[in-house]
Each structure stands twice: as structure tokens, then as C-alpha cells.
């Protein structure tokens, strides 16, 4: 078993991403609600990550999203960055919001337009190595609504294709993570639809190009804790979009609808890490955690800083694992005992523990509540009048 000193030295050194797009106004196709303090643009996003890094100091990188934070000086925005002591982490691309990519992007049928999308994911590499981000995190909407509308293999040709042109620029030391999602906003089928799809895509690559688990992405019931072990086993587990759904890709923020899938999930990550194997501990120290989520009616930051608080909520249980009674349990094929010793690890209050990580890191004991009994919320609603920035 981990003791709490080790896991608080582990506690200290995992770092999660956050993502631009979750520091600003987002919504259903319904209605996009407001709230106050919401940045208006990529340098205020920068500035509300920044400061989740000062309160939890874990969360160094910033995921961006092109064209949403498209500016015309991507080193003054990594300055910028820097200057407040975190830097830009994975770039997206944006396959989804331009009327060519109705019938697909990188699989449409149409030679210019795929050319044109595969253009659009160059010029983000090309962001990549001006402001030093190491991942290029790709989602494709491409799909189709009806059956019979197009040919399965031929979009996967296209795709396959596409992306090995993709995976030819890529900086060095750079990876690709390709994630995959079932349905949505295609209904009827989606060209990379879940874990195997994505897997395959990336075997067709080398080994820079891993699958990204979205939490959202998967059909109710499914074992993602699964999912991610026979990843990792393979090596190609790349990196999350860590967020929680009780419907569909809800993008509700961490742990918030079961907490004990994310600790499940946590549990196979740490398992990997501690395996003997280095083809397996090497990639699994190597994983991007980034969160993917929205606040439709919540407040932005205060759910980014929830969101960090239940990664690390979940990584402190997993580690609590007993490991060596855990193992005995196993080979003496006791099933209650196995998953009482999990169980356990999950029922542990952790919240002592983490208040020690944040001691060791300079920070607020509850960054959450820090920040509320502080005077950053009313300075930002404030200083940030006009309209907010969104998609
Ligand atoms: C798609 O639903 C997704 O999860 C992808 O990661 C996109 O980049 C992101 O959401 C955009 O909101
Ligand atoms: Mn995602």
C-alpha cells in the first residue's frame, strides 16, 4: 500500500489541464446563459486559468480550441501565459463549425475539402510549435444521419489517410490524440465511434498517436474503467477529457453524477503506473488529464476549481488501494474481500490528504472556498463588462 506520504508526493507532481472553453459562456441549443466575470476573450481565459493554477497548483497547461482562440500573435500569447506561470498545453482543431464539413471533414468524400480540413489541423500544428504545446488533441464530428447516406470503409479510407498526412507534420516529441464519441451531432453513425475505432486508427500511425478517453463519450452503463486498462495495456492511452454525464455527453463537471467511476478510473491509471512492465508504466505516466467540460447555469471558474478537487479527490482514494492485501484477495479467489479492499480505498475521507498535498504546494487548503471568500470573484464581474466570450 502506497503510504499517505508517498501518495502526497504523487498527489503533488499529477498536474491536470484545463481547457479555454471552459472558462466561458457555453449552453444547450436551447439557451446560452450568462454569468458574470466571464472572460471576453483568450487572454482573459488565460488569466482565469492562470489563477486556478495559483489557487491549486496542478493545473500548469491550458488547452486551446482554434478557431475560438484564434489571436494574431500566438508567442505574445504564450508571453502571456508564461508571464502568469502557466503554459499552453494540447491545441484542438475545429472540424465541426464551417458549412463544408456538413458531409464530413477529414472523410468527406471530396477531395478539396478534405485537403482543406487536413490544411486547418497543419496550421494548428504549426500554433503548436509557436507556443510549445506537445499535443494536438483531435475530435471529428464527421458522421452521417441516415443509412445508406454514404460508404462506411471508404470514409474510413479517407480518414486513415488524412490523418497519416496529419501525423507526417507533427513536431517533434509532439503526439496526436484522437478521441472518439458514438453519436452526436451525427445520429446515425459516427466515423470514429468508440475505443476500437480510435485504437485502430492510431495502430495505422506510430506510436505518437494515442486514443483520448472523453468520460461523455460512451453509451450509458458502459465499463470505462475497462476501456482505459486494455488501453493502457496496449500503450495507446493518450489522454482524458475528464468531465461526468447522467444522459449523454452532458459535460458536467468531474465526479459530480458517479463519483466512483472516476475513482475506477483512477484506480487502472495508478495500477499502470506501479506495473513492473515499463511498456506499460512508461505511456501511463504519460497521460494528458485534461478536463472537458461545459458550465451552462454554474459559474465558470469555481466549477473548473470543483473539477480539479474531484481529480484529485479520485486519484488520493485510488492510490489508498491496499495493493498487497488487494493481490492476496485475488489469488485466493476471494471476491468480497477484493472488493472490499477497493471499496474501502473509495470510502476513505481524503480531504485530510489533500489538504497536506496543497500545504507541500504553497496553496489554499480548499482552493474552492479560497477563492469565494475572496475578492477575485466581484473584482473580475467588475472589470469584465461587455459580452462575454463563448464558441
Ligand atoms: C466533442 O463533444 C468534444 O468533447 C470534443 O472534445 C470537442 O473538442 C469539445 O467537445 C468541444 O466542446
Ligand atoms: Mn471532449
Not at 508571464?83 to 477529414?106: A, C, E, H, K, T
Request: charged share 25%; with cysteine; aromatic share 6%.
Amino acid at each position: 500500500m502506497t503510504t499517505t506520504v508517498d501518495a502526497a508526493a504523487r498527489l503533488a507532481a499529477r498536474t491536470i489541464e484545463t481547457q479555454s472553453w471552459g472558462y466561458v459562456s457555453t449552453g444547450t441549443r436551447f439557451k446560452v446563459h450568462h454569468t458574470p466575470g466571464t472572460p471576453r476573450d483568450i487572454w482573459e481565459k488565460i488569466d482565469d486559468a492562470a489563477l486556478v493554477h495559483r489557487l491549486t497548483g496542478v493545473t500548469p497547461t491550458v488547452a486551446l480550441h482554434i478557431p475560438w482562440d484564434r489571436v494574431d500573435d500566438f508567442r505574445a500569447l504564450r508571453d502571456h501565459a508564461e508571464d502568469q506561470g502557466i503554459r499552453i498545453g494540447s491545441i484542438s482543431p475545429n472540424l465541426f463549425q464551417d458549412d463544408d464539413y456538413r458531409l464530413g471533414s477529414l472523410t468527406n468524400s471530396d477531395p478539396g475539402i478534405r485537403a482543406k480540413a487536413v490544411d486547418h489541423v497543419v496550421a494548428c500544428i504549426e500554433i503548436m510549435k509557436t507556443v510549445g504545446s506537445r499535443q494536438l488533441s483531435l475530435w471529428l464530428a464527421d458522421g452521417t444521419n441516415y443509412p445508406g447516406q454514404a460508404d462506411f470503409r471508404r470514409r474510413t479510407a479517407h480518414l486513415q489517410e488524412s490523418l497519416a498526412e496529419i501525423h507526417r507534420q507533427l513536431p517533434p516529441g509532439g503526439g496526436l490524440l484522437l478521441e472518439y464519441k458514438f453519436f452526436e451531432p451525427a445520429f446515425y453513425h459516427t466515423d470514429v465511434a468508440d475505443w476500437g475505432q480510435s485504437l485502430l486508427l492510431c495502430e495505422g500511425l506510430d506510436e505518437r498517436a494515442k486514443v483520448l478517453v472523453d468520460i461523455g463519450h460512451h453509451p450509458l452503463g458502459t465499463n470505462i474503467e475497462h476501456i482505459v486498462a486494455t488501453l493502457l495495456g496496449r500503450g495507446r492511452l493518450g489522454g482524458f477529457d475528464l468531465n461526468s454525464k447522467k444522459y449523454g455527453d452532458d459535460d458536467l463537471f468531474v465526479g459530480a453524477i458517479n463519483p466512483q467511476e472516476t475513482f475506477l478510473i483512477c484506480a487502472e491509471l495508478v495500477a499502470a503506473e506501479d506495473d513492473p512492465d515499463p511498456a506499460v508504466s512508461g505511456p501511463a505516466r504519460d497521460i494528458l488529464y485534461k478536463i472537458d467540460q461545459c458550465a451552462m447555469i454554474e459559474q465558470k471558474l469555481p466549477a473548473m476549481l470543483h473539477s480539479v478537487d474531484a481529480i484529485q479527490t479520485a486519484f488520493a482514494k485510488a492510490l489508498l488501494i491496499d495493493r498487497p492485501a488487494l493481490e492476496e484477495a485475488r489469488a485466493n479467489g476471494d471476491v468480497v474481500l477484493s472488493h472490499r479492499i477497493v471499496n474501502d480505498a473509495f470510502l476513505t475521507d481524503v480531504r485530510p490528504l489533500l489538504a497536506e498535498v496543497r500545504e507541500r504546494l504553497g496553496v489554499p487548503a480548499d482552493p474552492l472556498l479560497s477563492y469565494l471568500g475572496s475578492a477575485a470573484p466581484r473584482q473580475r464581474e467588475a472589470t469584465r463588462v461587455g459580452v462575454p466570450a463563448g464558441w
